[in-house]
């Protein structure tokens, strides 16, 4: 596809959709839309729809500079294997004639009273937007469109011919060249209208013949630059053509001239990989340690390519090992982190600093850890790199290890790693494994004896809504079971977080969990600080899950207190049913009451559940007072008034006596009372089979 170019007036664009129409269909599209003289503009539509161009994600810049320190790539402008378009020779300026003039137009009947103009409007003085496209059979077409997106023109795009002189060089005929060259009046100093001379036009068709013809007839074209800055030589070594380079340093090309980046020819070689053209460069006095617009060095560049020959040539001209870039950034480092190791040990045998920070403090040890190399880590700990330097966050290298998952680097860095630096950064590589889910990495810690009670720093806790701290929470926020029973199995508390696992746990409805926890001592009676309530709090995410309400009662959750209420008989305050379900769970009380049980059963999703939770509740009190609030639910429902006979005092003697039981004895000791089975299911509230 023809590229892009920009009239006086507007953007041209390139397209694609209409690659599968016909001329005639592209015309009779043309037409309808001329007639319905729609304010779409169609180009802008179709732009939007085309692919975006992929950008080059192996270059930093300055957005990612402090996270990612990849390689720079080679510029687009030399990858492909044709000049760029704008230094095409196949478009010389307009002022050349053509031997193929555009096609004639086909003849079309026309039923629009104002049909497409038969001549197409000078681009220069069009008031519009032209657009470029391709057709299905190849053709390049052309559409000239009014600000208001009505069509002006369409046809196929004119063909301009190439200079003879370029073409000759292109092909390789070095007597048309000399003819051409020689002939009076021709000024080979005069560019091509992007500014690309003939010079450079055999540097990049690798036409060496050509280049010493031109180079004899005008030797003081040889360090002229084209319009992005490129010498030949530039032009030569991004296209990998030795023989032109080897020409253009015999006939005096200076071997330092950069392009508008600021990347030199030995830079550039460097980035090609070419060691041929760098030990022509070097041979020639080619300075070493110049930086190109984002700092980089050839050694920088020679170390992510892991390229040990030049690497060593470099370092032997005097390359400089401690240069860094704009992002503090060195040679070592930037081996590190792209997972080079030959390069990195070419780089530590001739002294480089194995210690050195980036701008943001990261090291090398950090940066492969982060990126998971594995043989650089080794190789990194095994010159004795300092694994307790941490980066900006404060975090180390085991930490970022464990967060990425890394369980062999993980196991590495821990005997490097001092656990008393660990506790200072005021984060344990367990929380940092645990929130990832990286189960392989918390076995591993904990098998190393990190301690599994190890809580946040309460700055880094507070970047949490909830305030977490401990690694138990984020396993069991994640609902990921199998780190929970390691955490509980290597003696987690599950009691330190102001918002308790258990809590959490319920609201998730995980019952297994639930079971785990209280089965390690979780305080089933805790409140919430900042949201007190009169009863457990872990009671407000377990009452929709009634078998997991009855397991907490079982195990000794309070229940009387469910049944405190400042009002008692007498009217309550209104009920305020437009809140959310949430807002009633977290409304701070006045005066510090805190929130009672029947304020939260009457919230709109629990309500409908009050009479089987006052139900199950009253297995576990004595005689008990219901409020006037509790009274109206189970007045809303008649098959809820054998739950208020149940309330209704006397109770029955044997559940009192149940009741007396388990408050002396105790829950844990009642299985080894010498009591029959179904006596003991009965003081453990289970059910008794009518045999028994």
Not at 183 to 210: E, F, V
Not at 558 to 583: M, V
Not at 591 to 620: H, K, N, T
Request: overall charge neutral; hydrophobic content about 35%.
């Amino acid at each position: 596809m023809a590229a892009a170019s920009i009239s006086r007036s507007g953007a041209v664009e390139d397209y694609s959709v209409y690659s599968n129409l016909s001329d005639e269909e592209l015309l009779q599209i043309a037409i309808e839309r001329s007639l319905t003289d729609t304010s779409c503009n169609t180009a802008n539509a179709i732009a939007a729809t085309s692919p975006p161009r992929q950008p080059d994600s192996s270059r930093p810049n300055a957005a990612a500079a402090n996270t990612n320190y990849s390689s720079r790539n080679p510029p687009a402008n030399y990858s492909s294997h044709n000049p760029p378009a704008n230094y095409s020779s196949h478009n010389p300026p307009a002022k050349h004639s053509s031997h193929n003039p555009p096609a004639a137009q086909t003849d079309v009947h026309y039923s629009s009273p104002n049909p497409p103009s038969e001549k197409p409007p000078d681009p220069k003085t069009f008031d519009g937007t032209i657009s470029r496209f391709m057709t299905g059979s190849g053709k390049r077409m052309v559409a000239y469109r009014k600000p208001d997106g009505s069509l002006v023109h369409i046809c196929p795009e004119p063909e301009e011919e190439e200079e003879p002189l370029f073409k000759a060089i292109r092909v390789g005929d070095a007597s048309r060249v000399r003819a051409l060259a020689m002939r009076p009046g021709m000024n080979l100093m005069l560019p091509s209208k992007p500014g690309w001379l003939a010079i450079h036009q055999a540097a990049w068709y690798g036409q060496d013949t050509c280049l010493r013809v031109l180079l004899s007839g005008q030797p003081g074209m040889i360090n002229k630059r084209a319009d992005r800055g490129e010498s030949a030589l530039l032009v030569a070594i991004s296209k990998d053509q030795l023989r032109c380079v080897e020409v253009l340093l015999e006939n005096g090309a200076d071997p330092d001239i950069p392009n508008y980046d600021k990347e030199t020819p030995l830079y550039k070689a460097c980035e090609k990989s070419n060691a041929a053209i760098v030990a022509a460069l070097l041979n020639r006095g080619a300075a070493v340690n110049t930086h190109c617009i984002q700092g980089w060095t050839a050694l920088q560049e020679a170390a992510c390519r892991n390229n040990v020959e030049i690497c060593e040539m470099l370092l032997k001209a005097g390359a400089k090992h401690e240069l860094t870039n704009m992002y503090g950034i060195s040679p070592l480092f930037t081996a590190a982190q792209s997972g080079q190791v030959a390069a990195l040990r070419c780089l530590l045998k001739h002294g480089a600093d194995i210690n050195s920070q980036a701008a943001d403090g990261a090291t090398a040890l950090y940066e492969a850890a982060k990126n998971g190399h594995q043989e650089i880590v080794e190789l990194l700990l095994s010159q004795n790199a300092d694994a307790n330097k941490p980066g900006k966050t404060g975090l180390l290298p085991l930490h970022i290890a464990a967060q990425r998952g890394s369980d062999i680097i993980v196991s590495m860095l821990i005997k490097a790693t001092s656990k008393a630096r660990v506790r200072r950064t005021g984060i344990s590589p367990l929380h940092l494994a645990a929130e990832r889910n990286r189960d392989d990495v918390l076995e591993s810690l904990i098998e190393a004896r990190f301690d599994v009670n190890a809580r946040l720093s309460e700055d880094r806790s507070k970047l949490y809504q909830d305030r977490r701290s401990t690694a138990l929470y984020f396993s069991v926020i994640n609902n990921n079971v199998d780190a929970v029973h390691m955490l509980l199995a290597a003696g987690a508390d599950p009691n330190l977080d102001m918002f308790r696992p258990l809590m959490v746990a319920a609201r998730q409805g995980c019952i297994r969990t639930v079971t785990m926890l209280v089965e390690h001592g979780a305080d089933i009676n805790a409140s919430i600080p900042t949201h007190p309530t009169t009863f457990p709090a872990v009671y407000m995410f377990s009452m929709k899950y009634l078998p997991m309400f009855k397991y907490l009662l079982d195990h000794g959750g309070h229940a009387l207190s469910c049944f405190n209420c400042i009002y008692g008989n007498r009217p309550h305050p209104p009920i305020k049913t437009t809140r959310s379900e949430r807002e009633l769970t977290d409304r701070v009380p006045q005066q510090g009451a805190g929130v009672q049980f029947c304020e939260m059963i009457s919230a709109p999703s629990i309500s409908r559940w009050a009479g089987p939770i006052i139900d199950v509740l009253l297995d576990y009190v004595g005689h008990v007072t219901l409020c006037s609030r509790l009274m109206e639910h189970l007045d809303s429902f008649s098959d809820w008034s054998v739950i208020k006979d149940k309330a209704a005092p006397p109770r029955p003697l044997m559940h009192l006596c149940r009741l007396q039981i388990l408050q002396l004895v105790g829950r844990r000791r009642l299985k080894r009372l010498p009591l029959p089975g179904s006596l003991i299911r009965f003081l453990q509230h289970q059910e008794i089979p009518e045999d028994d």
